[in-house]
């Protein structure tokens, strides 16, 4: 079961509230990117961040302890900005919009876009992401999407794509995103060779029929 999002220890120092702190986190955001799409990872410190966001340094810590902090704070919410887009996804898939197949390898594909390629920024974030977050928020990010999948396969009720009980689904969670983690740590050409995306699909689409077919 996953942890209460409020056990998963905050990478931010305070949570901004009032419109102007919002403002100062997302052009510190904005900063940050900015910075290890042109830089990459040795150009991307704290005072680099600052100086590009036109803060002071004070302003920067007053927010995030650290650049570790930053990246992950960036990591967690481009997450859950995907995760609202799968939903969207599976909402379409389940009112009909598409068949069973194609909603699995669009589903696939957004989750190594997002988690494994893409331009530079994306790409090193990604991979600073899976290194730095915290093992109970990358954990609590699985559950949590493993619970949607089962929630949108209920809804779904198609023979062609059953819904797994609990041991499939989480050997399933966890198969997918470890392969992404490893490629995007490893900084892997397979992210880009659309084969890997195909071996994903095989085996889910696979592991998902047997267990059906032995349930």
Not at 50 to 74: C, D, H, M, N, W
Not at 90 to 117: N, P, Q, S
Not at 183 to 204: I, K, N, Y
Request: charged letters at 25%.
């Amino acid at each position: 079961m996953a942890p209460p999002r409020d056990t998963v220890e905050s990478p931010l120092r305070k949570t901004p509230s009032q419109t102007r702190a919002l403002r100062t986190v997302d052009t510190l955001f904005e900063a940050a990117t900015r910075i290890l799409a042109s830089e990459g990872e040795a150009g991307f410190t704290t005072n680099r961040i600052a100086e590009r966001a036109g803060f002071s340094i004070g302003t920067l810590y007053q927010y995030f302890p650290s650049k570790e902090a930053i990246v992950v704070a960036l990591v967690r919410r481009h997450r859950e900005r995907v995760m609202r887009e799968l939903d969207v996804m599976l909402d379409r898939c389940v009112c009909g919009e598409y068949g069973a197949e194609h909603a699995l390898r669009t589903y696939l594909r957004t989750i190594v876009d997002a988690f494994g390629r893409g331009q530079k920024a994306q790409r090193l974030l990604a991979r600073l992401g899976w290194q730095l977050d915290a093992p109970a928020a990358i954990v609590a990010a699985m559950d949590d999407g493993a619970e949607r999948i089962r929630s949108a396969l209920e809804r779904l009720d198609d023979p062609d794509l059953p819904v797994p009980d609990a041991p499939t689904l989480y050997m399933l969670t966890r198969a997918v995103i470890g392969a992404v983690r490893s490629a995007a740590v490893e900084e892997s050409a397979m992210l880009d060779d659309p084969r890997f995306e195909d071996a994903l699909f095989r085996m889910v689409w696979g592991l998902l029929h047997r267990a059906a077919a032995n349930g």
